[in-house]
């Protein structure tokens, strides 16, 4: 059982597959239903019907309108009551607050057993099962069962974890043979890792190199951009104590979405597990004209959720919607919604919701891409993440919302929880986001800095990419390959821009890069390959 599970979430475990609970509750869609006595407020009255009133109480609607970055910088300890804010607000801020989300209290990761640069002894292993019992035995070492009631200390593994120092070593690989093919040794060797978690990542990229690469780690600048304080100065401690000085190794205790330094020296991006915790807005979509609608939620003076939709307002609900029209990507409709004549026949049925299915779009991805865009000109993107994911709820591209309980992983049926208790991981469609990502790409700064003109590009003579190198870039670069920047031209003197990004299952990548031997089971069996088959990366 727990091979299934780790070879599908990083943060399952051990499960019994019956037991569900859910930890909190929404009111119904519509104001007029009955509210239930005040001391049965802690039972669960979440209605899954996707069915849609346009009534919403006024005294819903006159809360005052929160984000994420204005929960966070009030301070309080407990979440808000009597406020409203969009879905991918809620998720943000049940994730990511200071004071009170799911990562910055709860969320502990797995290590694996010995030193620093040491983790399981794979070969020693008969077969995966005796892998498995060994992991299973690493989690009650953690102290992933508690004796509490209600959700506990959060344990949860990652494939840097779980495959140490190998793992890290071969996108230690992969990295390092593109930079002494294309800048060593003209450039340094530059490195920005997102969400660096307990820093393992970063302590095996750096060891290797510093062994094997001697002449390329005296190079090599690397930067950790960490959202959570308690894991910057966890991250700081464990790579001083290795010997990585300041030189090398810099953290920033900062969000992504927050950065403004701009890195003009060719460099790499390195998000390892990180955007399938980003915080996506949920669309639905008018049957009888398909117009959409974005999702909203109430917290009443109860601390009870009120869902809600509403017109699209949301700048960057609509920059996503119309860079997805532009790049040709079908919004997520069940057959019967893509005829006009059959939407005209559903809608005229009793009952029939006047809403499609929920549908989570990934805006704060898109929000991601624009600061590489911006901040990061030269950089080459290594994004790794799961492309599906088991125990989702109802609705297309669904998050997994699951909590821990005495060592019992348990999925839930509703987004709406109570903030901080519970880790909510959406997973990646890698074939739109490439297309998305190289989209961007192309735009200019100065297009992709304003977000009402990044679905209107236009060539203006104050835009520095509309010199005479670039204007001759589509008879020198394939369609494989990126528009070539200004002042930058291949060994041959061509303005042939940079190959585009490719997307790889997690066995092709190890496959390549990673020394299998290290990993390889008595019985021929190889966890790195065979666990985890619902990862892709993106390179």
């Known amino acids: 059982m727990l091979r299934a599970s780790l070879g599908r979430a990083r943060r399952y475990c051990w499960r019994r597959r019956n037991l569900k609970a859910y930890f909190s509750s929404s009111l119904p869609w519509s104001d007029n239903a009955p509210r239930k006595p005040n001391h049965e407020k802690d039972k669960i009255n979440y209605n899954p019907d996707i069915s849609f009133s346009a009534d919403v109480s006024d005294e819903h609607l006159s809360y005052p309108r929160v ?21 991918r607000d809620f998720i943000e801020d049940a994730l990511y607050n200071p004071h009170y989300g799911y990562f910055s209290k709860q969320a502990t990761i797995l290590t694996a057993p010995g030193e620093e640069n040491e983790g399981f002894d794979f070969n020693g292993f008969k077969d995966s099962a005796h892998f498995e019992s060994a992991v299973a035995n690493r989690y009650m070492e953690c102290g992933s069962v508690t004796e509490t009631e209600g959700p506990g200390r959060q344990i949860w593994h990652t494939p840097t974890e779980l ?9 230690a690989q992969c990295l390092v043979s593109e930079y002494l093919l294309k800048y060593f040794p003209y450039e340094d060797f530059k490195i920005y890792e997102l969400g660096a978690g307990n820093g393992t990542l970063a302590l095996n990229i750096l060891d290797y190199l510093r062994v094997q690469f001697p002449e390329v780690y005296d190079r090599t600048l690397y930067t950790i951009i960490e959202i959570s304080e308690p894991l910057a100065r966890i991250q700081r401690e464990r790579l001083r104590r290795a010997g990585h000085t300041k030189r090398t190794v810099h953290v920033h205790h900062r969000s992504i979405f927050a950065w403004t330094q701009t890195e003009r020296a060719p460099c790499y991006v390195l998000a390892a597990e ?24 109430a917290v009443d003076d109860a601390g009870e959720f009120i869902p809600y939709y509403t017109r699209v307002t949301d700048p960057l609900v609509s920059l996503f919607l119309s860079l997805r029209r532009r790049l040709h990507h079908e919004p997520a409709l069940p057959w019967h919604l893509r005829s006009a004549a059959l939407r005209r026949i559903y809608a005229s049925l009793p009952f029939a919701p006047n809403l499609s299915p929920p549908e989570y779009i990934p805006t704060r991805m898109l929000s991601f891409l624009r600061v590489l865009r911006l901040y990061f000109p030269l950089h080459r993107l290594l994004l790794t993440d799961f492309s599906s994911l088991p125990d989702a709820i109802s609705g297309t591209n669904a998050p997994v919302v699951q909590t821990s309980i005495r060592g019992t992983m348990i999925p839930c049926q509703t987004l709406f929880v109570r903030q901080g ?33 990044l679905d209107h590009p236009r060539v203006s003579p104050l835009i520095p990419s509309s010199s005479s190198l670039s204007l001759g870039m589509h008879f020198f670069s394939p369609s494989n390959r990126r528009p070539p920047h200004d002042g930058i031209s291949s060994a041959s003197g061509l303005a042939v821009g940079e190959r585009k990004s490719s997307v790889y299952s997690h066995a092709e990548f190890m496959g390549t890069y990673a020394d299998l031997r290290k990993t390889q089971l008595r019985n021929g069996e190889n966890p790195m390959l065979d666990f985890y088959q619902n990862v892709q990366v993106l390179f």
């Open 67 to 87: 984000t994420a970055n204005e929960l966070a910088n009030i301070g309080d300890n407990a979440p808000p009551k009597r406020v409203r804010m969009l879905v």
């Open 163 to 171: 495959f140490k120092p190998w793992y890290g070593q071969a996108i």
């Open 274 to 297: 990180v955007v399938d915790n980003f915080a996506h807005d949920v669309v639905r979509y008018d049957v009888r004209t398909l117009g959409p609608f974005q999702g909203e939620v």
């Open 421 to 453: 208790y519970f880790d909510i991981l959406f997973p990646t469609a890698f074939e739109p986001l490439r297309d998305m990502y190289e989209y961007i790409l192309e735009q200019p700064a100065g297009i992709v800095a304003e977000a009402d003109d």
